[in-house]
């Protein structure tokens, strides 16, 4: 009954802001974050965020995005500033948790399409 809920995406210009949200239930994940797959593309990590809050990010985002998590209310949320035309993906909620030795349960979210225009 695990469930990830993206919401937040939308077209925007070039420069211009979104902040996405993901609400999760079912359980506590001990590191979420945001992937995104840009049309033809592979799916790439963009942030993720452990339960104590230790960030990282993929070079190209860093100083332009800041992910966040309110474990309160087991939620991630990624803001999105000075946003280029490269951002343009379907961006996926992302979460897992460790299982036993090196395998690891993940789950993903629907996805949300963010749409940059120039």
């Known amino acids: 009954q695990v469930q990830l809920v993206e919401s937040g995406g939308g077209l925007v210009q070039v420069g211009g802001s979104l902040r996405l949200s993901c609400v999760a239930s079912g359980s506590i994940f001990s590191t979420m974050g945001w992937y995104r797959q840009p049309p033809g593309k592979q799916r790439e990590l963009v942030a993720t965020i452990t339960r104590e809050g230790i960030t990282n990010y993929t070079d190209s985002v860093k100083d332009r995005f800041t992910i966040s998590r309110d474990n309160a209310k087991n939620t991630v949320y990624l803001q999105m500033n000075s946003l280029k035309p490269e951002d343009t993906a379907v961006y996926y909620c992302?979460?897992?948790?460790?299982?036993?030795?090196?395998?690891?349960?993940?789950?993903w979210g629907q996805g949300t399409q963010v749409t940059v225009s120039s």
């Open positions: 992302n979460a897992r948790n460790p299982y036993r030795g090196n395998i690891y349960i993940t789950y």
